[in-house]
């Protein structure tokens, strides 16, 4: 055992008898936050079967688990505990003919899968070399992550052991330990060792002890006797539900004892022994916060700038290039796929990593866009460019898929942080709109803007795999998730407007979003001004508006003054016939950075003419907030090309960077660490 960790055991132990010996033993850490939800109290006569199962036990017959038979009969309740028996039986059990030791797990596998709490047992630990006790959590696709191929990190699933007792018999028999494993069982398996504690106070074995674990979004902490011994975010902290098991193993194989991990091997003379558990309870806090973040892992809007796993995120190789970084270094690949999903690459053949970077081998079947077409005179090119030697050339443009074929999606785990900008939550500045939300009143949410607003070049406006929505849809739909909405998509009944369908989400009943939105391709910000009278005055007479999306700017050549100013009419329009609506600006991205023709330098000052604009009428006494999409791709820019996020190599994003999009406008509106508990309240 390593030094640190035994000093560190020691030292809770000693804090544990310290507390005790003051008449100020703490059970459950935070207990005046915490709001008991499950429990067993085990004060019956039988094991509870609306609450527990056997684990890994079959149909009433033993199976073998380790050195030993698992039955579920050897779980007893009895004067107010649960009795988990480890018992030699020389005939098999009840005469079965199959001799040997007999024990058994039992799990809520079905019946409790919590997700996020804190859970503790007290128990009395079983005596015998070779054999361990523990209290700890699974997930259903932890034993099958590998198989499936989507695992990412610890966030799919973990097995977390709050303890285990191997060391009786040892030099050190009150040490337990407490560990983290994740990526299934089979090659692709990671675990870590987080802390081997002494239970100093009570003997473990003939008194009761609490064992208890706090997990949350960012990790997991241990606790004995409410005592902290632990904290680990190792691989990143599950975000699915994990089922709780109770069991005791013993050291060995196909029902033989020997001895592999535990301190040794029970022989038939080893005496029978009980895991003895007075309960087990669950906890979350009292006021169900949750944050906006966590209430969005498992999906595409769960932030790029946040955890160990990135999905999907977007390359293209161009020019001969046969390396790529990513917007982090990969630690671990675990998928690359065409665009559209169709094919799998495979590592070793396909590609490798080297020093974090994605490369290609001698034969990849990755492809890529040769620098004779990058950089040519054909159909495709309608811009001008400055190539890396200094000259000018035409630039590949692709507006129906071209660039997508070419792009592959990749899925790593990385370990470093997010160093980049970061949006900041525009926090009161949309109070009419969010308070509706939180009261359940019906709302709608109106898009205006250029052609990243109408969808290009979102492969569900185009109509091809992987059939992604654009950040409007993404948005809305994302509101509906966590207020509860259902969300109705209006026609386009605007000139020039995208006239395709969404299939509407429903989340909940607490009300209805309508989303319109009334974009059209090439428009600028005069445009907007001009064609108000027939593209934001009907729509909103028809449906109203509650949050008004404004986004133009990227057609708006090198006047940054005017487009603030056009904004501001529009914006005087919306709110003369909607006088309590909320106004979100949307600053454009950054176009390719090598473009020629005045398409790239004023948009930062653009931005910042829209955060002036947005502030004047803040004191005015409008809600309005700026999502500064300009900023946050002149980031992402300096981490990757711009030929990896694009849908067009000219000004509109791929797929990946359209939920980059959303991801900002959920942040601008309420912020991903706001506490949903609150949004909701």
């Given at each position: 055992?390593?030094?640190?960790?035994?000093i560190?055991?020691i030292?809770?132990?000693?804090?544990?008898?310290i507390?005790?010996?003051?008449?100020?033993?703490?059970?459950?850490?935070?207990?005046?936050?915490?709001?008991?939800?499950?429990s067993?109290?085990?004060?019956?006569?039988?094991l509870?079967?609306?609450?527990?199962?056997?684990?890994?036990?079959?149909?009433?017959?033993?199976?073998?688990?380790r050195?030993?038979?698992?039955?579920?009969?050897?779980?007893?309740?009895?004067?107010?505990?649960?009795?988990?028996?480890?018992?030699?039986?020389?005939?098999?059990?009840?005469?079965?003919?199959?001799p040997?030791?007999?024990?058994?797990g039992?799990?809520?596998?079905?019946?409790?899968?919590?997700?996020y709490?804190?859970?503790?047992?007290?128990c009395?630990?079983?005596?015998?070399?070779?054999?361990?006790?523990?209290?700890?959590?699974?997930?259903?696709?932890m034993?099958f992550?590998a198989?499936?191929?989507?695992?990412?990190?610890?966030?799919?699933?973990?097995?977390?052991?709050?303890?285990?007792?191997?060391?009786?018999?040892?030099g050190?028999?009150?040490?337990?330990?407490?560990?983290i494993?994740?990526?299934?069982?089979?090659e692709?398996?990671?675990?870590?060792?987080v802390?081997?504690?002494?239970?100093?106070?009570?003997d473990?074995y003939?008194?009761?002890?609490?064992?208890?674990?706090e997990?949350?979004?960012?990790?997991?902490?241990?606790?004995?006797?409410?005592?902290?011994?632990?904290?680990?975010?190792?691989?990143?902290?599950?975000?699915?539900?994990?089922?709780?098991?109770?069991?005791?193993?013993?050291?060995?194989g196909?029902?033989?004892?020997?001895?592999?991990?535990?301190?040794?091997?029970?022989?038939?003379?080893?005496?029978?022994?009980?895991f003895?558990?007075?309960?087990?309870?669950?906890?979350?806090?009292?006021?169900?916060?949750?944050?906006?973040?966590?209430?969005?892992?498992?999906t595409?809007?769960?932030?790029?700038?946040?955890?160990?796993?990135?999905?999907?995120e977007?390359?293209?190789?161009?020019?001969?290039?046969?390396?790529?970084?990513?917007?982090y270094?990969i630690?671990r690949?675990?998928?690359?796929?065409?665009?559209?999903?169709?094919?799998?690459?495979?590592?070793?053949?396909?590609?490798?990593?080297?020093?974090?970077?994605?490369?290609?081998?001698?034969?990849?079947?990755?492809?890529?866009?040769?620098?004779e077409?990058?950089?040519?005179?054909?159909?495709?090119?309608?811009?001008?460019?400055?190539?890396?030697?200094?000259?000018?050339?035409?630039?590949?443009?692709?507006?129906?898929?071209?660039?997508?074929?070419?792009?592959?999606?990749?899925?790593?785990?990385?370990?470093?942080?997010?160093?980049?900008?970061?949006?900041?939550?525009?926090?009161?500045?949309?109070?009419?709109?969010l308070?509706?939300?939180?009261?359940?009143?019906?709302?709608?949410?109106?898009?205006?803007?250029?052609?990243?607003?109408?969808?290009?070049?979102?492969?569900l406006?185009?109509?091809?795999?992987?059939?992604?929505?654009?950040y409007?849809?993404?948005?809305?739909?994302?509101?509906?998730?966590?207020?509860?909405?259902?969300?109705?998509?209006?026609?386009?009944?605007?000139?020039?407007?995208?006239?395709?369908?969404?299939?509407?989400?429903?989340?909940g009943?607490?009300?209805?979003?309508?989303?319109?939105?009334?974009a059209?391709?090439?428009?600028?910000?005069?445009?907007?001004?001009?064609?108000?009278?027939?593209?934001?005055?009907?729509?909103?007479?028809?449906?109203?508006?509650?949050?008004?999306?404004l986004?133009f700017g990227?057609?708006d050549?090198?006047?940054?003054?005017?487009?603030?100013?056009?904004c501001?009419?529009?914006?005087?329009?919306?709110?003369?016939?909607?006088?309590?609506c909320?106004?979100?600006?949307?600053?454009?991205?950054?176009?390719?950075?090598?473009?020629?023709?005045?398409?790239?330098?004023?948009?930062?000052?653009q931005?910042?003419?829209?955060?002036?604009?947005?502030?004047?009428?803040?004191?005015?006494?409008?809600?309005?907030?700026?999502?500064?999409?300009?900023?946050v791709?002149?980031?992402?820019?300096?981490k990757?090309?711009?030929?990896?996020?694009?849908?067009?190599?000219?000004?509109?994003?791929?797929?990946?960077?359209?939920?980059?999009?959303?991801?900002t406008?959920?942040?601008?509106?309420?912020?991903?660490?706001?506490?949903?508990?609150?949004?909701?309240?």
């Open positions: 055992m390593k030094f640190a960790a035994l560190k055991g030292f809770a132990a000693l804090l544990g008898l507390l005790t010996l003051c008449g100020s033993f703490p059970r459950v850490p935070h207990e005046s936050s915490l709001e008991l939800i499950w067993d109290e085990f004060d019956g006569d039988l509870d079967t609306q609450k527990w199962e056997g684990h890994y036990c079959g149909n009433g017959e033993p199976s073998v688990r050195g030993s038979y698992w039955h579920t009969d050897m779980a007893t309740v009895q004067d107010g505990a649960l009795h988990i028996r480890t018992e030699y039986c020389p005939e098999g059990y009840n005469g079965n003919g199959k040997g030791w007999y024990t058994c039992i799990d809520t596998n079905g019946l409790f899968e919590p997700t709490g804190y859970f503790e047992c007290r009395i630990l079983p005596k015998g070399s070779g054999l361990w006790s523990a209290f700890w959590m699974i997930s259903d696709n034993a992550s198989e499936r191929g989507d695992v990412e990190g610890g966030t799919d699933g973990a097995e977390i052991d709050v303890f285990e007792s191997p060391f009786y018999g040892t050190a028999p009150r040490r337990v330990t407490s560990n494993h994740y990526d299934g069982y089979g692709y398996h990671r675990s870590a060792n802390c081997e504690p002494y239970v100093l106070f009570n473990p003939e008194k009761y002890n609490t064992y208890g674990i997990w949350d979004e960012n990790g997991y902490t241990f606790y004995i006797n409410g005592i902290k011994t632990g904290y680990s975010d190792f691989g990143g902290a599950s975000r699915v539900p994990e089922y709780l098991i109770l069991s005791v193993e013993v050291d060995g196909d029902a033989n004892p020997y001895r592999t991990w535990s301190s040794g091997a029970l022989t038939p003379e080893t005496e029978t022994t009980d003895i558990i007075d309960y087990v309870r669950a906890y979350r806090s009292r006021d169900g916060r949750k944050s906006v973040k966590s209430s969005l892992e498992g595409p809007m769960y932030p790029l700038t946040e955890g160990p796993v990135v999905t999907d977007s390359v293209c190789f161009v020019c001969g290039e046969r390396e790529k970084g990513l917007l270094d630690e690949v675990l998928s690359v796929t065409s665009y559209d999903g169709e094919t799998v690459y495979e590592e070793g053949t396909d590609y490798v990593v080297k020093d974090g970077k994605l490369c290609l081998p001698e034969g990849s079947r990755i492809p890529g866009i040769p620098e077409e990058y950089y040519s005179e054909g159909e495709q090119a309608i811009l001008t460019a400055k190539k890396p030697d200094g000259t000018v050339s035409p630039l590949y443009f692709s507006g129906t898929g071209g660039i997508q074929s070419r792009q592959v999606l990749v899925t790593y785990v990385h370990t470093d942080k997010w160093d980049g900008y970061v949006q900041p939550h525009e926090e009161g500045r949309f109070g009419a709109f308070d509706k939300l939180s009261a359940g009143e019906d709302v709608t949410v109106m898009f205006y803007g250029d052609s990243i607003t109408y969808g290009a070049d979102s492969s406006v185009h109509n091809t795999a992987p059939y992604d929505p654009p409007t849809v993404l948005t809305v739909d994302t509101l509906a998730r966590l207020y509860g909405y259902s969300v109705n998509y209006a026609p386009a009944e605007a000139e020039g407007a995208y006239s395709g369908a969404f299939i509407e989400s429903d989340y009943d607490n009300g209805t979003i309508t989303y319109v939105n009334t059209v391709g090439g428009w600028t910000s005069a445009d907007g001004v001009g064609h108000a009278k027939t593209h934001v005055d009907p729509q909103i007479e028809k449906y109203g508006c509650d949050l008004f999306v986004a990227m057609n050549g090198g006047k940054p003054a005017e487009t603030a100013a056009n501001e009419k529009i914006i005087k329009r919306v709110l003369g016939l909607s006088p309590d909320s106004v979100m600006l949307v600053s454009t991205m950054m176009p390719n950075p090598i473009l020629l023709g005045g398409w790239v330098g004023s948009k930062p000052s931005e910042a003419k829209l955060v002036a604009l947005a502030n004047k009428l803040c004191r005015r006494g409008a809600d309005c907030g700026v999502a500064r999409m300009t900023s791709s002149k980031s992402i820019l300096e990757k090309a711009f030929i990896d996020y694009t849908g067009n190599n000219v000004n509109h994003p791929n797929d990946f960077f359209s939920r980059v999009y959303a991801q406008l959920i942040q601008t509106l309420i912020g991903y660490d706001s506490d949903t508990n609150q949004i909701l309240n």
